[in-house]
């Protein structure tokens, strides 16, 4: 079970990666100005669209690489990533905070990050391994 400041430790983690709060109050962190993972808490329309199915905990978004890496998200483990129709056609997934552990939180985030950076920035910090 994450936590937002595991969330936020993560993130921060990450070369030139910032936290900021959007007009809504929400967090939301950054690289180069670009938001590659944020807080989205469900709206009317996404509760009554998953209905039962609506995770009552945080919920986090954060980008992928497309639509089928997105898809491959939810069909491999639908108990932690979702997703809803204001997200069709826009590379990002939404996870159950309470349900992603540390290790996934840490390879989605960076997964994210790495969507979003500038090719320069992500030429000067490759990925490990």
């Known amino acids: 079970m994450a936590t937002w400041d ?3 430790a993560a993130c921060l983690a990450l070369p030139e990666a910032v936290e900021t709060t959007s007009r809504e109050g929400q967090r ?10 944020w807080e989205r808490p469900l709206r ?9 199915a609506a995770p009552a905990g945080p919920v986090l978004a954060a ?11 939810v069909a491999a483990e639908p108990e932690v990533y979702f997703t809803t129709h204001h997200f069709d056609g ?14 996934s ?3 989605l985030v960076s997964e994210a ?3 979003r950076a500038p090719r320069r ?9």
């Open 63 to 73: 980008s992928v690489p497309d639509e089928g890496a997105k898809r491959a998200l």
């Open 44 to 52: 009317r329309r996404d509760l009554e669209e998953l209905g039962a």
């Open 113 to 115: 990050w790495a969507c």
């Open 6 to 8: 595991a969330v936020s």
């Open 121 to 129: 920035l992500r030429a000067e910090h490759p990925p490990p391994g």
């Open 105 to 107: 939180l840490v390879e």
């Open 28 to 37: 939301q962190w950054r690289v180069r100005d670009k938001s590659f993972a």
């Open 90 to 103: 826009y590379p990002a997934v939404l996870v159950r905070l309470d349900e992603i552990d540390d290790a």
